[in-house]
């Protein structure tokens, strides 16, 4: 079993920075990719922005230039880099990585248990 301990979350003013840590342990052979998503009160859980272990990045066109996505494929660990941010990026992050925790075994989703991330303006 894979498990997702994230950290960072906080409370910040508008146009201040964070930085979201998420490490992965138990039992893993691979990871695919791996990333963040958040979730609103009211919405449904959106891409933040994700990485895959070959550098292949992802990110929500409301992040691109303020959010920074990074890996360290030999931790298990991703990072999530907020900079100018905004109230409407107030919500829980939420960790997320596909991986397996064998050779046969088949590709899985995981998610860690959130964060939030609160923004006034």
């Known amino acids: 079993q894979v498990m997702l301990a994230e950290s960072g979350g906080g409370l910040v003013q508008a146009g201040g920075s964070l930085r979201l840590s998420c490490a992965a342990s138990?039992?893993?052979?691979?990871?695919?990719?791996m990333g963040w998503y958040r979730q609103a009160p009211g919405k449904e859980r959106e891409l933040v922005a994700s990485?895959?272990?070959?550098?292949?990045?992802n990110d929500a066109d409301s992040v691109k230039g303020r959010f920074t996505v990074a890996r360290d494929n030999a931790k298990n660990a991703v990072y999530l880099q907020m900079n100018s941010l905004k109230p409407e990026d107030t919500a829980v992050y939420y960790c997320?990585?596909?991986?397996?925790?064998?050779?046969?075994?088949?590709?899985?989703?995981?998610w860690g248990q959130g964060t939030q991330v609160t923004v006034s303006s």
């Open positions: 997320h990585a596909v991986a397996r925790p064998g050779p046969t075994s088949p590709w899985s989703i995981y």
């Open positions: 138990g039992r893993i052979f691979s990871v695919h990719s």
């Open positions: 990485l895959t272990s070959s550098g292949n990045r």
